[in-house]
């Protein structure tokens, strides 16, 4: 399969930031669609995979015609997983021009500063932001805080029988603290006790010392609200201490990334509040081997959902039979039992969100 082009000469306006190099947008009639994602930093491996998960769902739509009669075009807007890369970089992809829609970001405390630049620009996104505060600034495929704190709270309460907990958390993004009072409520509220609440700052070589003060508690269980470098760290911590504590980690360090860096045995011993696996979808064996025989490789965790936002933000154009924001939103507001890799897809118009979520 050929693959589509990410970025084209000929362009006037360069995007900050690109893992490719400088990235330029052609004037022409190509449709093109932003993929904003952290291709650079200690989130570029999970980027990566969400590019080509775009880039697959834009050379199937091309190989059936294209929309509307135009080649779709991917073109990678790296924020690497921070807003003070991010907003600059949706800043210049958006004065070229030429977007007509976005896919991404990923991270809630990038999205909380770039989706309302694409809405008030009249660009579309189909983020994979969970913060609920990005609820309305477009649409997700992928759970929100609301959706995600039920789960990861069954999971310690009914699934582990803690009564005891501690969490760890991301002090600085948005999602994990949000994550963190959620689930500290739904603790409360279920008789269990949090017994330590701590907050870490991301990018530490070892977090050893964090651990250990949260052991001190003897909590049942330690969560880990943190992103995967952060989350594997944590377990592999938990690993090499013996704690006698179980090891939870939250749906943000659900990536290949966690597995890669912890090892399988530590993986293994702090499980991940996650959604289904690109090859755990119901009927997606077909989509895994097109993805593999594609890119050579086994797709990404968030794969799936930048393939089925393409797609999905595509069936809002092709229902439209435009590209403008009002027209597009008129169409996937109404979407229930839309289907892709993923599933079923229903939206609530009120928040743009999916419900159920997967």
Avoid at 146 to 166: H, N
Avoid at 214 to 237: C, H, R, S, W
């Amino acid at each position: 399969m050929k693959t589509t082009r990410i970025a084209v000469a000929l362009a006037t306006v360069a995007l900050a930031g690109s893992a490719l190099g400088t990235t330029t947008i052609a004037h022409d009639d190509n449709l093109h669609i932003g993929l904003e994602a952290p291709l650079t930093g200690s989130l570029a491996e999970l980027g990566d995979g969400m590019l080509k998960g775009a880039q697959l769902a834009a050379d199937q739509l091309n190989e059936a015609g294209g929309v509307l009669g135009r080649t779709v075009e991917i073109v990678p807007i790296d924020d690497g997983g921070d807003k003070t890369i991010g907003v600059p970089a949706v800043q210049a992809a958006i004065a070229t021009g030429v977007l007509e829609g976005v896919v991404g970001p990923y991270n809630s405390g990038v999205g909380i500063k770039t989706l309302p630049l694409y809405l008030d620009a009249g660009i579309l996104p189909v983020h994979l932001t969970s913060d609920d505060s990005t609820s309305g600034l477009g649409y997700t495929l992928q759970p929100k805080t609301y959706q995600i704190a039920p789960v990861a709270a069954q999971a310690l309460t009914t699934w582990i029988g803690a009564t005891k907990v501690g969490i760890i958390y991301d002090g600085t993004q948005n999602y994990s603290v949000g994550i963190a009072q959620s689930l500290q409520q739904l603790l409360a509220d279920a008789g269990v006790t949090v017994v330590a609440y701590e907050a870490i700052q991301p990018g530490l070589a070892d977090y050893a010392d964090v651990v250990a003060t949260v052991e001190g508690f003897e909590p049942d269980v330690i969560y880990a609200d943190v992103y995967a470098p952060e989350g594997a760290l944590i377990a592999k911590a938990m690993h090499e201490s013996a704690s006698e504590a179980a090891c939870l980690a939250d749906y943000s360090s659900f990536d290949d990334t966690y597995i890669t860096n912890a090892g399988i045995e530590v993986a293994m011993s702090c499980p991940v509040v996650g959604v289904p696996a690109p090859g755990d979808f119901l009927g997606s064996q077909s989509y895994v081997q097109v993805y593999t025989d594609a890119f050579g490789e086994a797709p990404g965790a968030w794969s799936p959902y930048t393939y089925d936002s393409v797609r999905f933000l595509v069936a809002g154009i092709n229902g439209a039979k435009a590209t403008d924001l009002a027209s597009v939103k008129a169409v996937l507001d109404q979407v229930k039992g839309w289907t892709g890799w993923t599933g079923d897809v229903a939206i609530d118009p009120a928040t743009g969100d999916r419900n159920p979520a997967t």
